[in-house]
């Protein structure tokens, strides 16, 4: 068995961040839909969550699954593809052109929004804000957030392919999608 050449991306950085900016608009409106549905069926979170573990559980089920598992379903589905990306004619690959499967897509998924995960634990501990913690201060572990998304955004600026941290890690690349071959 003979590998292919590695494939080169040739995604501008601009499309790539209007395509994850569409999916973050997507996930937003789902994830409100979500937020609304519980607290119409359970009432107020703060009248059920007490402290950080729990509310950083809450936040992980209610926020953070199902973001990942938009990524991770749509990027290793046979469009290799978010809606976002699918929008803007680009794809998730491995460094040889073949689709990626679940388990390098969820893996993938955790190194991208490893910085907003974070960002979820330094706000709920020692106890969120809002729900009588101590008033928000700039918290130290925000650095580390912010940190991590400056050397993501600076790795995808920096190297030939347009690679983030997450997807070197994982071995992947955005590229263009193929053309369409034949009429419907």
Known sequence: MTLA????????????AAAYALDVLICGVAVQFVQWTLYFTWGPPSERLEGGAQWFAYMWLSVSAPVYAYFALCESSASGATVGKRTLGLV?????????????????TFGKL???????LVLCFPAPPWDGGPEFELRRGIFAV???FG???????MTRKQQSLHDLAVGTLVERAPAASGAA
Request: no cysteine; proline share 4%; net charge positive.
């Open 92 to 108: 998730v690959r491995d460094v040889y052109g073949a689709r990626i499967g679940l388990g390098r897509a969820l893996w993938r």
């Open 151 to 157: 050397v993501n955004l600076a790795t995808v600026l």
């Open 114 to 120: 490893l910085p907003w995960d974070l960002a979820h």
């Open 5 to 16: 050449a590695p494939q080169t991306s040739s995604t501008s950085f601009w499309r790539r």
């Open 146 to 148: 912010y940190a991590l």
